[in-house]
């Protein structure tokens, strides 16, 4: 039952994106002319570019710092580490509000930064790494501390044994991490909406705007072409990790 | 404070760790300083914006005074607060009583299942949450498909107000943040050991003295993650409450952004915002101090 709770809403919404009616009362026939509308809507498909720029960079610079962090963390004792562990938890659990207003006004009343696509960056970039460095970290707990040595043993240097050895064992953790960013980024709305700029709106502000004035056709039609996206992801990464678990 | 395991690694295998040298140091740097940056400062920053106040035209005036506070415990911004506590409450409490069940039946379900289910849980929790929320909109509406169902089959002559209400807008947080809470039950319910629950039957328990007196204690400290992970961010998260509550009854969140959109007083919002910024560590701390107890 709690099942049908999640995913009748859902179904439905999929189901009268056929609809030709533009309201959702009534069924008057299968029709597809939403999704045409939809492809035609410059607005939204600018909005969609705007967000896949925001999210390809955040999930680079993400992948960077939590990679890196993630191995230095192992690798080395540094002091405070503690005080160093609860600032990269923090921005994971932060109610987004408060992030979203603390940015804002770090740009606009002490960095004079103009908002747009580098405020949007540097806003997801602050939740998403840490979610690439919980992962990585999580992957090195099992790594073998002495294949580092036999690499370097072997005469190679700390660069090319971590490179050549760490990075290949910590991939998968790596690319699930990146993934996870850029899905992150792609849907973020709370934080978006403080530090974004009139240039650099994404399309979770667009959808948001059309999903506050009440129903709309073509946000049925959008919303099925992302939960078909979703579902594809998943059962990919389903089976994917099947296929990894002998 | 405690942490999850994967971020407070600092035992273990110290043996191979080394002591850094400035190479490590200038390597971990860009992280320090992004946290330092983008995490501290920002906070800081905020806290001393809410003792500033604004001019005419809406600008931060550096002057420290207590106005914004004293603003802010006045009695229409504290049911604001109040309400916004008491509908995470009702979320979480929601969230509890359909979620346990289910985490429940994952966590004894046959172990090649268990991922499955998993997964069925998670599907439409990765969906964009504007999405789900948008999706209950269609249905709840006056011209909804709920509506529809009624009028149309002659049970009701007039559409039903469901959306912009509050149970409106508890059903769209106990939606949203349902997988929150069933994921940490689950992942104690996993650990149950079998022979515990034999014992207490073999005690002469019966099912409903096993649960209470058995399951639930040994699965409280899931049920404490999954409280925190679904009341934090129900509290402050005002998309959800503005679209499925229409903005007549605001929270702490809605006010929030309000004031650091249209409403032009920064200093109050930034002083609303820290108030729920306390509320935050508070939940924080309660819940690690109740982990480290029973550590």
Redesign the interface.
Known sequence: MVFAFLYLPIALLVVFSFNSSKLNIRWEGFSTKWYEALLTNKVLITAFENSLIVALFTTLLSTFLGTIGAWMLHRYRFPYQRALALLIFIPMVMPEVLMGVSLLVLFVQFLNLPLGFTTLVISHTTFCFPFVLVGVQARLQGLDPFLEEAAMDLGATPLKAFWKVIMPYLMPAIVSGALMSFTLSLDEYIVSVFTTGAQSQTLPLKVYGMAKVGLNPQLNALSAIFIAATVVVAIISHTLARRKTP | ?A??A?????G?????????GLL??L??L???A??LL??????I??IV?SFAERDALGR?VYEFNLQNYARAFDWVWLKVMLLSIWYALLTTILCMA??Y??AYFIGRAPERWR??LL??????F??????????????L?N???LN?LLV?SGILTEPLALLYTPFAIVLGLV?NF?PFMILPIYTSVEKLDNALIEAAYDLGAGPVRAFSQVIIPLTRPGIAAGAM?VF??S?????IT??MGGGSNPTI?EV??KQ?TSGRN?PF??AL?TI??VI?LLA?WLTNRQREERN
């Open positions: 404070m942490l999850p994967a971020v407070s690694n600092t273990g295998s110290d043996m191979h760790r080394r002591k850094p490590a140091w390597i971990l860009p992280l320090v992004w946290l983008f995490v501290v400062a920002p906070t920053m905020l914006v931060i359909l979620g069940p289910v991922t499955t997964l069925l849980v998670m599907v439409p990765w969906t964009s949450f504007l999405i789900r929320t948008y999706a209950w909109i269609t249905i509406s011209d909804g498909l529809a149309g939606y349902l992970l934090i961010p509290i402050a998260m005002f998309a503005t679209l969140g929030i952004f650091f920064q919002g930034a915002g729920l910024l935050f924080l």
